[in-house]
């Protein structure tokens, strides 16, 4: 099952809504995969037995696991944390979601500097590089049940855009050059 995402228009209107641009233009997973994304679609309903996860977090050492229901209602400071999820910022280590149910949308930024919006749906697990920007939000159905993953102790802090001096974002982009076949003149 395939990944849907796109490039987001620029309109002001509600975040929860899906922002394409007229024509729409669709973003295939090969380009989600150049600016350092991983993606894999598990079955949601065997979170708890599943081997397939199961292999993925041995071979790339995601001890820590926890669960996230967000939902009007059922989170403390909700407005305040989903404010938090939609400001622009990197993190100092990966960033990984693995959907188990509802929906929602992660928005990155590609080469370019533009918003691609990512639409996570129930199976689908992501891992976003450190230092790339991004950004969460809900979709209008208001639910969504996440797997965050992370090796050994987690950290979650967020360092808001503009971070070009961090060293996750610096070796992030460092990364993007060198992956994307640009020759950086020798010095
Ligand atoms: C609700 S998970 C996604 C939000 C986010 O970017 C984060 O937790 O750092
Ligand atoms: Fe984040």
């Excluded at 002001?12 to 150049?34: A, I, M, T, W, Y």
Aim: some cysteine.
């Amino acid at each position: 099952m395939a990944l849907e995402a796109w490039l987001m228009d620029e309109s002001g209107e509600d975040q929860r809504l899906p922002h394409h641009r007229n024509p729409k233009e669709f973003v295939p997973l090969s380009k989600l995969e150049e600016i350092g994304l991983l993606y894999w679609h598990l079955n949601p309903q065997n979170y708890e037995n599943d081997e397939q996860l199961k292999k993925i977090r041995e071979e790339r050492g995601y001890n820590y696991m926890d669960l996230l229901d967000l939902c009007p209602g059922k989170v403390q400071n909700y407005e305040e944390k989903l404010k938090n999820f939609f400001t622009e910022h990197i993190h100092g280590d990966e960033e990984i979601r693995y959907c188990l149910e509802g929906s929602g949308y992660f928005d990155v930024r590609d080469k370019d500097d533009q918003w691609i919006r990512i639409w996570i749906k129930a199976g689908d697990m992501i891992v976003l590089p450190a230092g790339i920007y991004h950004r969460f939000t809900l979709d209008t159905s208001n639910y969504v049940k996440l797997m965050r993953l992370f090796i050994g102790e987690p950290v979650w802090t967020a360092y808001n855009r503009p971070q070009e001096d961090h060293p996750a974002r610096q070796s992030y982009i460092k990364n993007l050059f060198e992956n994307s076949g640009v020759a950086l003149e020798a010095h």
